[in-house]
């Protein structure tokens, strides 16, 4: 994929501040805050009142359709369609994946389709997402995905994925927000409702606990019901309750016992009846196991089955079938279902409500009654700019020894060294890989910025395989390009498994895998370590899921920048921020470990089993997951959660707390102290100072990002509800806020506390 957009940076920018453009919310957002606030609080109510609003409707269809023809609609009928019946007008639902882009047409039963106009957007992945801190991005960001996944026709888009960062090994990190519910809650409701505006359904996965890819398929997950409740779920009550959801996803994992697409507690307790949750449970692609549970238990339509379960191979299902519909029939929800409902008349109110569910959710992405939808637009210039937004803002800033960064465009000579300067990453990952119209890669977007003012000399230092070692003959190359150089540009880390054949020979972030270790692969350590001694002024650039050791030359190296899997425009992205044209304003959304010991998961929990139990998975570190286990164990991070430097500086100043009865208010001044324009994300944290059971040292429950011009100080109020101070109380089954004194901690980071207060209730 060498192609190039036709547009420049400046087309970009223009097409980044039209009034059409969403992103223009990330920039108004600091003026604009209560008139946004009330808009999206009006919108939820719509969405609500419009799943609803079609019931009478509804009963209609359900009376006319015969029980055959409400089986056929609750099981998929190609790898991403299900339903559809004709002779009442009830089309198909088309899927797609995926979080950060819509996915290459598969066409009928994973055949590819030729010539289908199906490269579009990259979007940045939603680690990097999350790292900008900037819930109007997350809008923006599903605004792109739902216009073009209904100009490509689909009704449904399998994302945001939300679960919790849990251990730095998860090969499916990178697709996910953070290791904090508050930070996901918050990220995740405007991605939603940007899906959702442009007439396309989204779909919040994986529900739930589905925190690990190693033993996805048969671990049993088990967990406090404190911890459940803190940490695990709050992201996905956000996307039922704030954002109106349309549809959710279950998960593969079991969940104390069950397997969690056909958990009555998850699905049938809490997700409908204690969120009140009106919409569709489809299952993850081959997460149902049982007819009967996935009928009484919640599941409302099932896809992408592995008939191998049921029936052996494929080819022995298919024995004497002249179609691949048979096959689909043979589905937990297919022909057994139908007989299972023939057999005993208490199954009918519950087939009924999912068919209900399903057309609710066709009403609300107006698929019916010749309802008119919006058009959607694929990969235009605004598009672009919001891919290229996201990752400016996503970028981090780690480390900056002696303002080694932003480089000087006016330096002569560069080296740029790794493999991952020049490879593309869109089609990597899983399921979630997409076919990107372009994709510009690390030295591209260098190459770009420069022109012709500089000579650059590319090494590639390490070859990406796996189980590949350090090769001295690529180091010595990287080493002499290195001293050649004014300033030398690592981009190493991690990467994407690139498609399923391939998964095993390059898997450090992709689904179905974990990754090994924490460790740099490739011999990269080696690499750094080489290129440092070469040539001081070295600047590593990481691309990547998640936490990497950097323990070998983390102490050598002047300068780090944590990149994520960028998107399309991730190249350009990151030569703007490396070169100044950006201020970088990125915080960490997880917690960096020195090493994977010091990762709570590893040290007080079990992973990736139960030792002795390789189907089992105990959460023994219970409600201290990433900073909260840091943070009030006193571990020492390499960086912290919600760290991120800048190019300027920021000066936090008079904090004033007015409390409420069970709530407070907190205002304070930030003032941008330096020369450069810039952005800082204030941070909010709550400490119960004595509680009856324990707590977290604090707890992220506000935050703001704030865009200041050099000298320019803004008023910043962040407002605490009562949720931000109560804890579950397992005993009681229900939330509690202790009278007492709170601590309200506010910073940079969760280790970059800046100003203190505190609130008694």
């Not at 199954?347 to 066709?362: A, C, G, N, S, T």
């Not at 991120?644 to 102290?673: E, I, W």
């Not at 100080?713 to 949720?723: F, Y």
Request: hydrophobic share 40%.
């Amino acid at each position: 994929m060498s192609y190039f957009p036709p547009c420049s940076r400046a087309v970009l920018l223009a097409a980044l501040f039209c009034a059409t453009s969403p992103v223009v919310q990330a920039q108004t957002k600091s003026t604009s805050t209560k008139t946004t606030a009330a808009t999206m609080a009006s919108a939820t109510s719509n969405r609500q009142q419009r799943l609803l609003a079609n019931e009478a409707k509804i009963d209609g269809l359900l009376k006319k359709l015969t029980v055959e023809e409400k089986i056929a609609m609750i099981h998929a009928n190609s790898a991403f369609a299900a339903g559809g019946i004709k002779r009442l007008g009830i089309p198909e639902l088309m899927t797609s994946d995926g979080p950060h882009g819509v996915r290459a047409e598969q066409g009928r039963d994973w055949k590819g389709v030729k010539n289908a106009n199906d490269a579009g957007t990259y979007l940045p992945t939603g680690n990097t997402l999350a790292s900008t801190w900037n819930p109007a991005l997350g809008y923006a960001f599903g605004s792109v995905l739902g216009s073009e996944a209904a100009f490509r026709g689909k009704d449904i888009i399998l994302g945001p994925g939300i679960n919790i960062i849990r251990t730095p090994l998860n090969g499916r990190n990178f697709e996910y927000l953070s290791e904090d519910p508050f930070l996901i809650s918050k990220m995740v409701v405007g991605y939603i409702k940007g899906v959702q505006d442009q007439g396309v359904s989204a779909c919040v996965k994986h529900f739930a606990a589905n925190n690990q890819e190693a033993h996805r398929n048969d671990i049993d997950v088990d967990m406090s019901e404190r911890a459940l409740r803190e940490l695990y779920l709050p992201g996905f009550k956000a996307a039922v309750q704030e954002a109106g959801v349309n549809t959710l996803m279950g998960s593969y994992n079991k969940f104390r016992g069950t397997y969690a697409t056909e958990n009555a507690y998850l699905m049938n307790d809490i997700l409908k009846g204690e969120w009140g949750f009106k919409g569709l449970v489809m299952s993850d692609w081959g997460s149902v196991h049982d007819t009967q549970k996935a009928m009484r238990n919640g599941t409302d339509l099932e896809m992408g089955t592995d008939l191998s379960l049921m029936y052996g191979s494929v080819d022995q299902t298919a024995s004497g079938a002249n179609s691949t519909a048979s096959l689909y029939d043979r589905f937990f929800l297919g022909n057994a279902a139908l007989e299972a409902v023939k057999k005993d008349k208490s199954l009918e109110p519950l087939l009924d409500d999912k068919v209900r569910r399903i057309l609710r959710v066709m009403y609300a992405t107006n698929m019916l009654d010749g309802a008119k939808r919006k058009p959607g637009a694929y990969n235009t210039p605004e598009h672009q700019a919001t891919a290229l937004k996201v990752a400016e803002e996503g970028i981090v800033l780690l480390k900056n020894e002696g303002n080694i960064l932003p480089l000087k465009k006016t330096t002569k000579t560069f080296a740029v060294i790794g493999a991952n300067a020049t490879r593309e990453n869109a089609m990597g990952g899983g399921s979630s890989q997409i076919k990107a119209k372009y994709e510009i890669t690390p030295l591209q977007g260098l190459q770009k910025a420069l022109g012709s003012s500089a000579k650059i000399t590319y090494a590639p230092g390490y070859t990406i395989a796996r189980d590949q070692k350090a090769d001295p003959q690529l180091i010595a190359q990287a080493v002499a390009a290195a001293k050649a150089a004014d300033v030398a540009i690592i981009v190493g880390g991690s990467t994407h498994g690139y498609d399923y054949s391939k998964w095993s020979d390059n898997a450090y972030d992709a689904e179905g895998f974990d990754k090994p270790d924490m460790k740099m692969p490739f011999g990269q350590d080696e690499l750094i370590k080489a290129v440092l001694q070469a040539n001081p002024n070295t600047v590593v650039v990481l691309i990547g899921g998640g936490p990497i050791d950097m323990s070998a030359w983390i102490g050598q190296t002047k300068g780090v920048v944590e990149a994520w899997y960028p998107g399309m425009e991730g190249g350009n992205a990151i030569a703007h921020v490396l070169f100044g044209d950006v201020n970088p304003s990125g915080k960490l959304p997880m917690t960096f470990p020195v090493k994977l010991e010091d990762s709570p998961a590893h040290k007080l929990g079990e992973y990736p089993s139960t030792p002795g139990n390789e189907l089992k998975q105990t959460y023994k570190e219970d409600i201290f997951v990433g900073y909260r286990y840091f943070d009030t164990y006193k571990v020492a991070p390499q960086f912290a959660f919600g760290h991120g430097l800048s190019y300027t500086t920021f000066d936090y100043s008079k904090l004033a707390v007015k409390p409420g009865k069970q709530s407070a208010t907190v205002t304070l001044s930030v003032r941008n102290t330096g020369k450069t324009a810039g952005a800082e994300v204030v941070q909010l944290y709550v400490q119960d100072e004595q509680a009856s059971v324990k707590r977290p040292e604090k707890e992220l429950k506000a935050f703001e990002k704030v865009f200041l011009k050099p000298g320019e100080s803004k008023s910043v109020t962040l407002s605490l509800p009562a949720d931000a101070f109560r804890y579950y109380d397992e005993a009681k089954k229900q939330w509690v806020l202790e009278p007492g004194k709170f601590k309200l901690l506010v910073g940079s980071s969760s280790r970059d506390i800046r100003q203190t207060g505190v609130v008694s209730l």
